[in-house]
């Protein structure tokens, strides 16, 4: 017992207990939520440096816990650990291509919407059957749909099953954009083995571009490598109109942040179509 450390004793560790207890909790709070169609998403807004223009939205999932909205990412967190993404990803692309379709009922142009998903999503042998599937349901072309990844998931993949996934994604024509970019390990030699048609700037390097020259050189540095590969540059968390201009000057393509639009519920989205003039 000497022999041991601290951190074999964690599990006895009274905060560790109520940690595992609460996650234990959201997890089959969770499974029911999903089954009651208590999940929702909001989507967020997209435009083109070119002209200003909206060119799509972003699901984000949403979750309202007895009345207090689960953070995604713990969300996200407990449904990996326990296999209940898969299920919770499929419902997140239903209702994002559900409103997609709303929209073009309506006469709108919402342009494409893009999804986050997990590595255990993508490792389904049956993903991208399911999701050409979904598009048919709704009557929507692949170009429609984004796949967000980020370069944990690629390094999560361990074998090519990923890669492979991801090439028929895109060989379908469903565009796979790397979230979070430069945040993690991908090196160039990811880029080389899994092909993306878009590189997302991470928020930490857009925040502080005006005060850190640190950071400017990284986003300008990812925006020249986009598109010296081919790719195209999304800049995230763009919240003032000094790092628009900024990242325009820099020759982003799409940005998307809170100065364009927070996340909007599905009810609102609409609106925000018939409404929209460039910032
Ligand atoms: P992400 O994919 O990087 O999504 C962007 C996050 O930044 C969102 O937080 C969004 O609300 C927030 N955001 C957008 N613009 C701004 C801005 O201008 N300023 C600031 N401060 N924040 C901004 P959210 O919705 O809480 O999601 C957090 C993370 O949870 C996401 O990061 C993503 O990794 C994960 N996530 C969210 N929805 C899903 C989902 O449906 N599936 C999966 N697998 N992951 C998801
Ligand atoms: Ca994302
Ligand atoms: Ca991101
Ligand atoms: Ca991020």
Request: glycine share 8%; charged share 25%.
């Amino acid at each position: 017992a000497k022999a041991r450390g601290r951190g074999t004793l964690c599990l006895f560790d009274p905060a560790m207990k109520a940690e595992l207890e609460e996650r234990r909790a959201i997890a089959d709070d969770l499974a029911v939520a999903l089954l009651a169609d208590e999940i929702e998403i909001a989507l967020q807004p997209k435009t083109s440096f070119k002209d200003g223009r909206h060119t799509g939205f972003e699901a984000l999932v949403r979750w309202q816990r007895g009345g207090e909205p689960v953070p995604p990412p713990l969300m996200i967190a407990v449904a990996e650990e326990n296999g209940l993404i898969v299920a919770l990803g499929y419902r997140i692309f239903d209702l994002a291509l559900a409103t997609i379709r709303n929209l073009v009922d309506a006469g709108l142009a919402p342009g494409s919407v893009a999804v986050n998903v997990a590595a255990m999503q993508l490792r389904q042998d049956d993903f991208v059957t399911r999701v050409l599937g979904l598009l048919d349901k709704h009557g929507l072309p692949p170009a429609t749909l984004e796949i967000e990844v980020t370069e944990h998931v690629l390094l999560d993949g361990g074998d090519d099953c990923i890669a492979h996934t991801l090439a028929a994604l895109r060989a379908h024509g469903i565009r796979v954009s790397l979230d979070d970019f430069g945040t993690g390990y991908a090196s160039l030699t990811h880029l080389k083995r899994f092909p993306v048609d878009c590189l997302k700037v991470d928020r930490s390097f857009v925040r502080d571009i005006a005060r850190e020259p640190d950071n400017a050189i990284l986003t300008r540095t990812i925006i020249t490598l986009a598109h010296s590969l081919g790719m195209e540059a999304v800049a995230e968390g763009v919240e003032s109109v000094a790092q628009y201009q900024f990242l325009e000057e820099q020759g982003c393509d799409y940005a998307q942040g809170y100065l364009i639009a927070r996340p909007l519920p599905r009810r609102e989205v609409a609106a925000y179509l018939r409404g929209f003039t460039a910032p």
